[in-house]
């Protein structure tokens, strides 16, 4: 079966084979007050849909026994999720329910992804009778990823018959689009980035900024990959030191990092907001820019950016 990385692959996989029960939710949900009916979550599409701790149970170990599952694990703050979950939401409609979509926001459900020992975003599970069965970690080009999920139905067909019949009733005459050609600008900022050279990655973003200001996917991906290089780079005691030393503005800003990278969103917002309120000249401007960069890594409405710029301005003001 082709991957979208072998080496990723076959990590998580072996990580996913360490009896990982996936009916570990199931107690939970059925402990859940009942909510109303009409109040579960709805489907994105007839073949997506957003996956809570509540609805892991019916949405993806129930609905796995019939076909397979894709479970991808996101964040509002990762731009490589949202490019993942749209490439797979459209996907998920062309294959015609041959296999499911399910989207899971490690925000909101976090168990879910202590369950699969996801240690980022985006990752993506196979669930098939239940089990998982494959699984990778990145956003891989399209015809890759097609590959990837057709060589997963291969090896499930003669096991679950709701795949060749989610296939055989494909409305006839339906030609599979072709996909659009990639940018090679973005294949090379991407490949930079896979090898984990993020100052190549970097530049490559910076260059298509270059010539088109307004392109937000490279904006967003550039912020991205700064990112990560800044945290892959931090020693984590920086969090001891700017505990303990609060007028350390440097401290603060790198402890943000991981925070954030921790999924303490809310504590990482608030480490530089109050950082602000405690300081002046370019010391108050050096916590401000830096928290300014960082809400560019969320969608613009996230709720909690919102927030944090009012807590901001108060700061300032």
Do not use: C
């Amino acid at each position: 079966m082709t991957r979208p990385d072998p080496r990723q692959t076959a990590a998580l996989s072996a990580a996913l084979s360490r009896a990982v029960d996936l009916s570990a939710l199931k107690a939970r949900a059925e402990t859940t007050a009942k909510a109303p009916a009409g109040a579960a979550p709805a489907p994105t599409s007839a073949f997506s849909t957003d996956v809570t701790e509540a609805s892991f149970q019916v949405e993806v170990v129930e609905r796995s026994m019939e076909v397979p599952v894709l479970v991808a694990l996101h964040a509002s703050w990762s731009a490589q999720s949202q490019q993942l979950l749209t490439l797979l939401d459209r996907l998920a409609a062309e294959y015609n329910g041959a296999w499911r979509f399910g989207k899971v926001d490690v925000e909101t459900s976090p168990r879910i992804a202590q369950l699969f020992g996801a240690q980022s975003v985006p990752m993506v599970v196979a669930i098939a009778a239940g089990q998982p069965v494959e699984a990778f970690a990145e956003v891989p080009p399209e015809p890759r990823l097609r590959q990837w999920i057709d060589g997963l139905l291969d090896a499930l067909r003669d096991r679950m018959p709701a795949i060749r019949a989610a296939e055989e009733s494909a409305p006839e005459g339906a030609a599979e689009p072709e996909p659009e050609p990639e940018d090679e600008r973005f294949v090379a900022a991407e490949t930079a980035f896979e090898q984990g050279d993020y100052t190549a990655a970097a530049a490559a973003y910076q260059s298509i900024l270059d010539a088109e200001p307004g392109n937000e996917e490279a904006k967003a991906a550039l912020a991205q990959v700064e990112f990560l290089a800044r945290t892959e780079a931090t020693d984590p005691s920086v969090i001891v030191r700017a505990d303990t030393s609060p007028d350390d503005v440097d401290a603060q800003v790198a402890a943000a990092d991981l925070e954030l990278a921790g999924q303490q969103i809310e504590a990482a917002f608030t480490r530089l907001i109050n950082t602000v309120r405690r300081t002046a000249g370019e010391d108050r401007d050096k916590a401000r820019t830096h928290l300014v960069s960082l809400f560019d890594l969320f969608a613009a409405d996230d709720p909690r950016v919102a927030k944090a710029r009012r807590d901001l301005a108060s700061a300032l003001y």
